[in-house]
């Protein structure tokens, strides 16, 4: 019978009661030694600041003090500079598939090369999208352009697109028949026109797929509530029509105008879809216990349409750090450290995977990975100090997500720093939404820190960390504004130390996740 350890702790908002009673959680120690008690100290001084009895995972206070000093916001920035220098040379973009990307790999590999390491390139296919029009125009009765999205999949129009006159269903949605619901196109004839429909009750391909069928050559899909409308037709849609998406009040602008008479738009929706070879940078210390591997991984590309400073520049310029700081062998490890830049994050989370797919075919090979940190955007600007909520005290986990035995342990090793040091945190999605995906899916522990993406900053937050409440974490979020004067110092100074800190305290004993 594999080992069962019971930790009492007060339930998060929404946990469930285990089956011990009130008050209690079930823990599964699968992976766990019974070292990981015994190793817990009560207390330890580490740059004069006491962390006490709740600690449950420490360094030694030289090493993590040292390693702290030595990964400043300053290395990380040079970094980050040279990231924003390859995209400037490249088109404005570091993703997989192009230039930019290549020259971005080749700036990690001479930094680890020229610390030591020995690199290793995973090449890989996947799927290169790129943008080439997405352009939403009124002819008539208003002059105006919209801002809009391209559904992701969508099929493109002719070069110079579409002129046509707008149409809309009888029903807004523009959803086909189902036992329940009449077809949202009933006898209209849509025929050579574009149509006008609303989010709501179908999917998007459906929508799509609707109104091809009522005649139309290009939708345009209108939100339900405020803010921009992204979506996707899904993998290889059939029956679907040129498809974008805009906002609730571009919408009902335009139905309104359509109401009281005929609306000529034009709409340019071309995109690049093409299947090109990528790779993951790979490098390890050659000290510390192969059968104990703490790894580090970031994403390195960035989104087609900017250079990728934050998502995922500082996370990668951030491990380049920590990876240069820990060639130096003062730094005694009893667990072999592990860095990875992903690939082809941006396109679907396939460079990580697919190492975890090869990881697969070796017997074992996943087993001697204590725990997976993943680093993705470390200084938005609009910070939060999140932490990845794997014991979902929280209560801000998707139902149904993997959480493996260990990874409630790397949680703690960021929460008891951040506790020591008197640094407000939150507790982050532990969602699967990046590189951690895979790692969490084949059941390798997974922790990390996010300063935040698309979603909005609380004011319970602003109190914690300062900032605006009502406004995304990071407002320039796969944009071209995601550039080197739109990064906090400040979230990558604390998230840098923690990282540290964490690094050396599992790479000392991994045990404490085992």
Not at 89 to 109: C, F, I, L, P, W
Not at 481 to 501: C, F, G, P, R
């Amino acid at each position: 019978m594999r080992p069962v350890l019971v930790v009492f702790k007060p339930l998060g908002s929404g946990e469930q009661r285990p089956p011990l009673g009130q008050g209690s959680l079930w823990v599964n120690f699968s992976r766990t030694r019974a070292a990981t008690l015994t190793a817990a100290v009560t207390s330890l001084v580490t740059a004069g600041v006491t962390i006490g009895a709740t600690t449950t995972a420490v360094a030694k206070p030289d090493d993590s003090a040292k390693l702290r000093k030595e990964i400043n916001v300053s290395t990380i920035m040079n970094h980050l500079q040279a990231f924003q220098a390859i995209a400037d040379a490249n088109g404005g973009t570091r993703a997989s598939g192009t230039d930019g990307y290549e020259a971005s790999g080749q700036y990690v590999e001479q930094r680890l090369r020229k610390a030591g390491y020995t690199t290793e390139r995973q090449y890989f296919p996947f799927t290169y999208t790129e943008i080439l029009a997405e352009n939403v125009t009124e002819n008539s009765p208003t002059r105006r352009s919209f801002d809009n999205h391209v559904m992701t999949a969508s099929p493109s129009t002719p070069a110079g697109g579409l002129t046509a006159d707008l149409v809309a269903p009888p029903t807004v949605t523009g959803c086909p028949a189902t036992a329940t619901t009449p077809a949202g196109w009933g006898t209209v004839d849509a025929t050579g026109k574009i149509a006008l429909v609303q989010r709501g009750t179908c999917t998007f391909l459906q929508k799509s797929q609707a109104a091809a069928a009522a005649g139309a050559k290009a939708v345009i899909i209108y939100n339900n509530a405020t803010g921009e409308l992204n979506g996707t037709l899904g993998d290889a849609p059939t029956g679907a029509i040129p498809t974008t998406g805009i906002t609730q009040a571009d919408g009902q602008a335009l139905a309104t105008e359509l109401a009281a008479g005929a609306v000529n738009m034009t709409v340019d929706l071309r995109t690049l879809v093409e299947t090109r070879v990528t790779f993951n940078v790979l490098a390890e210390t050659q000290r510390g216990s192969s059968d104990d591997v703490v790894m580090l991984g970031s994403h390195l590309d960035s989104v087609v349409g900017g250079a990728g400073i934050n998502d995922n520049g500082s996370g990668s310029a951030t491990i380049l750090a920590v990876a240069e700081a820990l060639a130096n062998s003062s730094y005694k490890i009893e667990g072999k450290l592990r860095f990875a830049w992903w690939g082809a994050e941006e396109t679907g989370l396939v460079g990580s995977t697919y190492y975890v797919n090869q990881l697969r075919k070796q017997a074992g090979a996943l087993d001697k990975i204590a725990t997976y940190l993943n680093f993705d955007m470390l200084g938005s600007p609009n910070f939060q100090i999140g932490v990845y909520d794997a014991d979902d005290s929280g209560d801000v986990n998707p139902d149904g997500v993997v959480i493996p035995d260990g990874s409630i342990q790397t949680e703690s090793v960021f929460t008891d720093y951040f506790d020591a040091v008197g640094q407000p945190w939150s507790d982050t999605a532990y969602s699967g939404r990046s590189d951690y995906q895979a790692f969490i899916n084949n059941g390798v522990p997974a922790g990390g820190v996010f300063s935040g993406a698309d979603g909005i900053k609380t004011p319970a937050q602003v109190e914690m960390f300062g900032g605006t409440a009502g406004v995304q974490y990071d407002p320039n979020y796969h944009t071209p504004e995601d550039d080197i004067t739109n990064v906090s110092k400040e979230s990558l100074d604390i998230m840098s130390d923690a990282i540290a800190h964490t690094t050396i305290t599992l790479a000392q004993d991994p045990s404490l996740v085992r």
